[in-house]
């Protein structure tokens, strides 16, 4: 499975982004697709997820009310909706598939996008 993200860019506090993530190959082995992000000098954390039925979705509490996770099976695209943004969201955000469960845990995802810079400037 090959993941390819896109929409990263610049943004003020308060505004928006959109992130999109096209994957390809073997798809038909995708349980869930999950996002996940990196700031300079921490771990990469988990963000939001959803199966790849787009039935179920999860969040992480710091995102939870200003991000929304969606899917558009017939594309093979997932996305991240984001708004409110925040300095502290500020970060490598990078997509990521799975074949198995929870999809909230960083070690259960495969496959991995490049990933892609948002910058929230205050």
């Known amino acids: 499975v090959q993941l390819v993200e896109s929409g990263g860019g610049l943004v003020q506090a308060g505004g928006s982004l959109r992130l999109s993530c096209a994957a390809s190959?073997?798809?038909?082995?995708?349980?869930?697709m999950g996002w996940f992000r990196q700031a300079p000098g921490k771990e990469r954390e988990f963000v939001a997820a959803?199966?790849?039925?787009?039935?179920?979705?999860s969040y992480a509490d710091s995102v939870k009310g200003r991000f929304t996770i969606s899917s558009d099976s017939a594309k093979n695209t997932v996305y991240l909706q984001m708004n409110s943004l925040k300095p502290e969201d500020t970060a490598v955000y990078y997509c990521?598939?799975?074949?198995?469960?929870?999809?909230?845990?960083?070690?259960?995802?495969?496959?991995w996008g490049q990933g892609t810079q948002v910058t929230v400037s205050s």
């Open positions: 990521a598939a799975s074949n198995t469960w929870p999809l909230v845990v960083r070690e259960k995802y495969t496959n």
């Open positions: 190959g073997r798809t038909f082995s995708i349980n869930g």
């Open positions: 959803i199966t790849y039925s787009g039935r179920r979705t």
